[in-house]
T-cell receptor, first 115, second 115 residues
Framework: GQQLNQSPQSMFIQEGEDVSMNCTSS?????WLWYKQDPGEGPVLLIA?????ELTSNGRLTAQFGITRKDSFLNISASIPSDVGIYFC???????????????FGQGTILTVHP | KAGVTQTPRYLIKTRGQQVTLSCSPI?????VSWYQQTPGQGLQFLFE???????NKGNFPGRFSGRQFSNSRSEMNVSTLELGDSALYLC??????????????FGDGTRLSIL
């Protein structure tokens, strides 16, 4: 099925470093979402983007909706140990009935932060 | 505000059995989506319900079914369980009436293991 290409697959960084990850698609999305998932828990929404070119921040997190509507990135500044987890991008198409409630997810970026 | 609640958290079944999972959405949310998460396939969309009607369905066999009640609570059922059905099943809710513009919020999932 349709997939989002998320990169990198994993990152090992030192505490205090900045992190950047991105997602690309061959299809146009009208919504981009970024989630974080910790072991044994469900994904938690970090940032939601609804307009091409939109840049949104949530504390140390910043995400942008690409102007082509086919990509998005997430930046984390000054990483801390609790940033450890799996980050997922998700997009929703604007294709009528086949889009209701359906998010397409990237493969995830596993983030490890060394103190 | 209570989040999305999924029960049970863990379930062990054997091949050939059937199982029913439950999801209570965030109060006021009328759309419920279900996803299957596995290490190999990632997060895959199963189906979405709004106002007791299935509006969208992913590419899963007919053994996977669901329903939604008038209070927006939802259940999903898997019949004739196979080993490959072992996964984390996630439920997500959103406000729902329109396409896009509303983020989905996830529960912590039901971990289903098939022996």
């Amino acid at each position: 099925g349709q997939q989002l290409n998320q990169s990198p697959q994993s990152m090992f960084i030192q505490e205090g470093e900045d992190v950047s990850m991105n997602c690309t698609s061959s299809s146009i999305f009208n919504t981009w979402l970024w989630y974080k998932q910790d072991p044994g828990e469900g994904p938690v929404l970090l940032i939601a983007l609804y307009k091409a070119g939109e840049l949104t921040s949530n504390g140390r997190l910043t995400a942008q909706f690409g102007i082509t509507r086919k990509d998005s990135f997430l930046n984390i500044s000054a990483s801390i140990p609790s940033d450890v987890g799996i980050y997922f991008c998700a997009g929703q198409l604007d294709a009528g009935g086949t889009s209701y409630g359906k998010l397409t997810f990237g493969q995830g970026t596993i983030l490890t932060v060394h103190p | 505000k209570a989040g999305v609640t999924q029960t049970p958290r863990y379930l062990i079944k054997t091949r050939g059995q059937q199982v029913t999972l439950s999801c209570s959405p965030i109060s006021g949310h009328r759309s419920v989506s279900w996803y299957q998460q596995t290490p190999g396939q990632g997060l895959q969309f199963l189906f979405e319900y709004f106002s007791e009607t299935q509006r969208n369905k992913g590419n899963f066999p007919g053994r996977f079914s669901g329903r939604q009640f008038s209070n927006s609570r939802s259940e999903m059922n898997v019949s004739t369980l196979e080993l490959g059905d072992s996964a984390l099943y996630l439920c997500a809710s959103s406000w729902g009436p329109t396409l896009g513009g509303q983020p989905q919020h996830f529960g912590d999932g039901t971990r289903l293991s098939i022996l």
